[in-house]
Structure formats: C-alpha cells, structure tokens
C-alpha cells in the first residue's frame, strides 16, 4: 500500500505544485483550530489542525483548507492529487469545447461583376453561419477613389443580402484607399416548445326533470 501511495505522489507532485498555490494543504496548515469535513462529506467538528492531520493521515488521504475565510477555517479530507488530476481534466475539456470567434476578410473591386459579386457573398454567409465576424473591403484604385460612393453602395447591398443572419458591427468607413464594415452573426435563440393543446371541456348534459 505504502508503494502504490508513494508511486501516486511522484505523479503528482507537479500537480501538487502548481495547486499549492491555491490551496493550503496537509503540514501546511497551521491553525489553531479548522472546522473538518470527512471525505464522504461528513461534518467531524472543530479540533486542532495537528488532530484533523492525523485522521486524514489515518485515511491516507491529504487535509485540504477549502475555506480559509471562515472562522474556524474549513478543511476537508480528499485525495488532493486525485482532485487537481480532475480539475485539470475538466478545464482541459471547457477549453476543448470553446470556439475561437475569428475575423474573416471579404476584398472586392468598386467594378466587381454580379458573378464574383454572388461568389464572395456566398462565402461571407458561409462564415457567418459558422458564428465568424466577417470585414467585407472594398479596395479602391487610381481614378476610383472619384466614385467612393460606388463601393459604398456595394457594401450596402452586401450587408442587406446578410440581414437575416448578421449585424452591422461597424457601418461602411473610408481608411485611405479601403472602405470597410464589419458583421457579425446574430445570437442564436432556441425555437421555443409549441405549447401543449387544452384537452376540450367535456359538455355538460342537463338531467330531464321527472
């Protein structure tokens, strides 16, 4: 047994470093009196930090100073190296399942044709219903920069094209020769439940009188 717990720490013990710094643990608490909890959640009462030791000792298990505030402070009996194993794990996971919001770039020309004008508007819906911010660009060369107001317009209709799954961030904006905007997708709200049908009101039969 003694083996098995000594093979446990030598894993652990990097663990047990970086937790340390959140948690007081095992001979590192020295106060007068803690409030202890036992491993199944059990209240054990108020006793001396070196008593509750020796009953976590006893459980081979660590004594963990969980709230430090309270008075008495409260510390708990766990397997602490089994514990910060888990928390790891689950923040591991949260940020397994966190999606990056990026910024996709849409460049087009004042003088774009219908059919690349279709092209590029199919894929800032696309990035827009994958939940990415979109910036559509228009890029403005030479003489073009004479007729902003073409890019502008080109833009407008871009983001109309997109209103039913986008909002404006940032209207249309002329930065040296590039008039921008930016969309991004409209928060998704789940379909609400059709309400449950009343069940018809059974009619009423007036009795005959005899």
């Known amino acids: 047994m003694l083996c098995v717990r000594a093979f446990c720490f030598r894993n ?4 047990l470093f970086i937790a340390n710094l959140v948690h007081q643990i ?8 803690v409030r202890l909890i036992g491993d199944e959640g059990e209240q054990l009462g108020i006793m001396s930090a070196e008593e509750a030791l020796k009953i976590a ?22 397997d602490y190296g089994k514990y910060r194993f888990e928390q790891t794990k689950k923040e591991k996971e949260a940020k397994k399942n966190q999606r990056v919001i990026e910024i996709k770039e849409i460049r087009m020309g004042p ?10 508007l199919k894929n800032g819906l696309k990035f827009l219903a ?5 910036k559509v ?16 317009q080109l833009l407008k209709t871009f983001a109309e094209k ?22 991004s997708p409209k928060p998704v709200t ?6 449950k049908p009343k069940a018809p009101k059974a009619p009423v039969v007036e009795e005959e009188k005899q």
Do not use: W
């Open 12 to 15: 652990f013990s990097e663990v």
């Open 26 to 33: 095992n001979d590192e608490i020295h106060d007068k009196e």
């Open 57 to 78: 000792a006893e459980r081979e298990m660590d004594l963990v100073k969980i709230a430090p505030g309270s008075n008495p402070p409260v510390c708990k009996i766990m």
């Open 111 to 120: 003088s774009i044709g219908e059919n690349d004008f279709n092209t590029k």
């Open 130 to 134: 994958d939940g990415d911010r979109v």
């Open 137 to 152: 660009s228009v890029r403005f060369r030479g003489r073009e920069m004479a007729h902003t107001e073409i890019g502008a």
């Open 162 to 183: 997109c209103a039913d799954i986008s909002n404006m961030d940032k209207a249309p904006k002329l930065e040296g020769r590039n008039m921008s905007m930016f969309l």
């Open 190 to 195: 789940p379909p609400k439940k059709p309400a």
